[in-house]
C-alpha cells in the first residue's frame, strides 16, 4: 500500500487538476495522479475506457456538472434537460444563465423523437443537452439505444454539447448493458461525461471524474483552478487504494443484487398498498423509482403530512424548474430494508388517506 499511495517524487502523485513540471517535463497532472491512474486501469475492462489525456478528477460529479456549465453555457443559452430531471443538475445551469428547455421523458428515457419539434418551436438550437441516461435520477427509466444514436444525430446536426451525466450506470441489475454516449460516441468532442464515486462508494468522499475531449479537459483543468485547486487528496488516495485493491468489482456486484433485492421489495409493498391509486416505474438499476397519482392529489401537501407521520420523500415538483409534477413523487429504494420500505410504503398509503 505504501509504495503505491506514496510513489512518485513529490506531491506531483497526488494532485487531479493542473499542469506542472515533473523531471523538467511539463506533464499533465490528470497522468500522473494516482487515482487516475488506478481509475484508468479499472475502466480498461469496462466499456468506459478512456485515455489519461480525456480524465479529470473531479470534486464528485456536482463540479463535473458545474465545470459543464461554466465552460459550454452563457446566459441566455438554451440548454434541453429531462423533464423531471435531477435538481441540482437544472440548477447548476440555471445559475449560469441557461434558458432551460423541458424535454418529455417516457418509459424510453428522452423521447429524442420530440426534440426537433420543440427546438423549432425554440427558434434556435440548444447549447447543450443535458441528460441522465442510465436510471435517471429521478424517474429510474434507461434511454433506449435508438434514442442514444438519435440523439447523437442531433448533437452532431446542431453542434450541440451532450451532457451525460451517468452516477448510475454501473448499478444495472437487470437487463441488458446499453452502451453509453461515449461509447457510442467514439470520442466525439461534443460529448462531455460526468461520473462520480458518490453512488459506487461514498457520496462524503466528493471524488468523481470528467471524461471528455483532451482539448476541453485542458480548458477544464483552469475552470477547475478557481473552484478548488484540485480535488481532495487523501480521498483520492482512499478511492485509489480501494481500486487497487480489486474491491470495486465485487462491491458493484453486493450493491447490485442488494437494490435489486430492495426494488422489488418496494414494487411488491406498492403492489400492496397503491394498486389502485398510482403507476409507478420498475427500474433495471439505480436507487430511484416515480409514483405518480391522479392529477388531484398534490405530493406537497402529502409529504407535510407525511413528515410528522414518519415518511419521507421528494415531491415531484422538486424535479421541474417550471414547477410541473405536482402529483408525482420520488421514492428511495437503494437506501432501506425491505422491512422498513414496507413500513414506509404503508405510512404513505396512511398519510394519502389522511390527505
Ligand atoms: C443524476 C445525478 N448527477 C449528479 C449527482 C451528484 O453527484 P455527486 O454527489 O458526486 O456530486 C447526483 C447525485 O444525486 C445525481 O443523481
Given at each position: 500500500?505504501r509504495?503505491?499511495?506514496f510513489?512518485?517524487n513529490?506531491n506531483?502523485s497526488?494532485?487531479?487538476?493542473?499542469?506542472?513540471?515533473?523531471?523538467?517535463?511539463?506533464t499533465?497532472?490528470a497522468?500522473?495522479s494516482?487515482?487516475?491512474?488506478?481509475l484508468?486501469?479499472y475502466?480498461?475492462?469496462?466499456?468506459?475506457?478512456?485515455?489519461?489525456?480525456?480524465l479529470?478528477?473531479?470534486s464528485?460529479?456536482?463540479?463535473g456538472?458545474?465545470?459543464?456549465?461554466?465552460?459550454f453555457?452563457d446566459?441566455?443559452?438554451?440548454v434541453i434537460?429531462?423533464?423531471?430531471?435531477y435538481?441540482?443538475?437544472?440548477a447548476?445551469l440555471?445559475?449560469?444563465?441557461?434558458?432551460i428547455?423541458?424535454?418529455p421523458?417516457?418509459?424510453?428515457g428522452?423521447?429524442?423523437?420530440?426534440?426537433?419539434?420543440?427546438v423549432?418551436q425554440?427558434g434556435r438550437?440548444?447549447?447543450a443537452?443535458y441528460?441522465?441516461?442510465?436510471?435517471?435520477n429521478?424517474?429510474?427509466?434507461?434511454?433506449s439505444?435508438e434514442?442514444?444514436?438519435?440523439?447523437?444525430?442531433?448533437?452532431?446536426?446542431?453542434?450541440?454539447?451532450?451532457?451525460?451525466?451517468?452516477p448510475?450506470?454501473?448499478?444495472?441489475?437487470g437487463?441488458?448493458?446499453?452502451?453509453?454516449?461515449?461509447?457510442?460516441?467514439g470520442?466525439?468532442?461534443?460529448?462531455?461525461?460526468?461520473?462520480?464515486f458518490?453512488?459506487?462508494?461514498a457520496?462524503?468522499?466528493?471524488?468523481g471524474?470528467?471524461?471528455?475531449?483532451?482539448?476541453?479537459?485542458?480548458?477544464?483543468?483552469?475552470?477547475?483552478?478557481?473552484?478548488d485547486?484540485?480535488?481532495?487528496?487523501p480521498?483520492?488516495?482512499?478511492?485509489?487504494?480501494?481500486?487497487?485493491r480489486?474491491?470495486?468489482?465485487?462491491?458493484?456486484?453486493r450493491?447490485?443484487s442488494?437494490?435489486?433485492?430492495?426494488m422489488?421489495?418496494m414494487q411488491?409493498?406498492?403492489?400492496?398498498?397503491?394498486?389502485?391509486?398510482a403507476?409507478?416505474?420498475?427500474p433495471?438499476g439505480?436507487?430511484?423509482?416515480w409514483?405518480?397519482?391522479?392529477e388531484h392529489?398534490?405530493?406537497?401537501?402529502?409529504?407535510?403530512?407525511?413528515?410528522?407521520?414518519?415518511?419521507?420523500?421528494?415531491?415531484?415538483r422538486?424535479?421541474?424548474?417550471?414547477?410541473?409534477f405536482?402529483?408525482?413523487l420520488?421514492?428511495?429504494?437503494?437506501?432501506?430494508?425491505?422491512?422498513?420500505?414496507e413500513?414506509?410504503?404503508?405510512?404513505?398509503?396512511?398519510t394519502?388517506?389522511?390527505?
Amino acid at each position: 500500500m505504501r509504495s503505491k499511495l506514496f510513489h512518485g517524487n513529490s506531491n506531483s502523485s497526488l494532485g487531479g487538476g493542473d499542469s506542472r513540471e515533473s523531471h523538467g517535463k511539463r506533464t499533465h497532472r490528470a497522468t500522473d495522479s494516482v487515482l487516475a491512474d488506478e481509475l484508468l486501469a479499472y475502466l480498461e475492462a469496462t466499456p468506459e475506457r478512456t485515455t489519461a489525456e480525456r480524465l479529470l478528477i473531479t470534486s464528485g460529479g456536482m463540479q463535473g456538472l458545474d465545470l459543464a456549465a461554466k465552460l459550454f453555457v452563457d446566459p441566455g443559452d438554451l440548454v434541453i434537460v429531462e423533464a423531471p430531471t435531477y435538481t441540482n443538475g437544472s440548477a447548476t445551469l440555471l445559475a449560469y444563465g441557461a434558458d432551460i428547455l423541458e424535454a418529455p421523458i417516457d418509459d424510453q428515457g428522452l423521447i429524442v423523437e420530440a426534440l426537433p419539434d420543440l427546438v423549432h418551436q425554440a427558434g434556435r438550437v440548444p447549447k447543450a443537452i443535458y441528460v441522465i441516461p442510465n436510471f435517471q435520477n429521478p424517474t429510474g427509466t434507461a434511454m433506449s439505444l435508438e434514442r442514444r444514436h438519435l440523439l447523437l444525430d442531433l448533437a452532431r446536426k446542431w453542434g450541440t454539447i451532450i451532457i451525460d451525466d451517468d452516477p448510475y450506470g454501473m448499478l444495472r441489475f437487470g437487463g441488458d448493458h446499453i452502451p453509453g454516449f461515449r461509447e457510442l460516441g467514439g470520442g466525439d468532442s461534443l460529448v462531455f461525461s460526468v461520473r462520480t464515486f458518490s453512488k459506487i462508494l461514498a457520496p462524503g468522499l466528493r471524488v468523481g471524474w470528467v471524461d471528455a475531449d483532451p482539448a476541453i479537459v485542458a480548458k477544464l483543468i483552469d475552470a477547475k483552478q478557481t473552484m478548488d485547486t484540485c480535488t481532495n487528496v487523501p480521498n483520492q488516495l482512499l478511492a485509489a487504494e480501494f481500486l487497487r485493491r480489486g474491491g470495486l468489482e465485487p462491491h458493484l456486484r453486493r450493491l447490485r443484487s442488494e437494490y435489486q433485492r430492495r426494488m422489488m421489495a418496494m414494487q411488491t409493498s406498492l403492489e400492496r398498498h397503491f394498486s389502485e391509486q398510482a403507476a409507478w416505474t420498475n427500474p433495471q438499476g439505480g436507487f430511484f423509482l416515480w409514483l405518480t397519482f391522479g392529477e388531484h392529489v398534490d405530493t406537497s401537501k402529502l409529504f407535510d403530512l407525511g413528515v410528522p407521520n414518519g415518511v419521507a420523500f421528494i415531491p415531484g415538483r422538486a424535479f421541474s424548474v417550471t414547477g410541473r409534477f405536482g402529483n408525482a413523487l420520488r421514492l428511495c429504494f437503494a437506501s432501506q430494508t425491505p422491512e422498513r420500505t414496507e413500513l414506509g410504503i404503508s405510512r404513505l398509503a396512511d398519510t394519502l388517506r389522511s390527505l
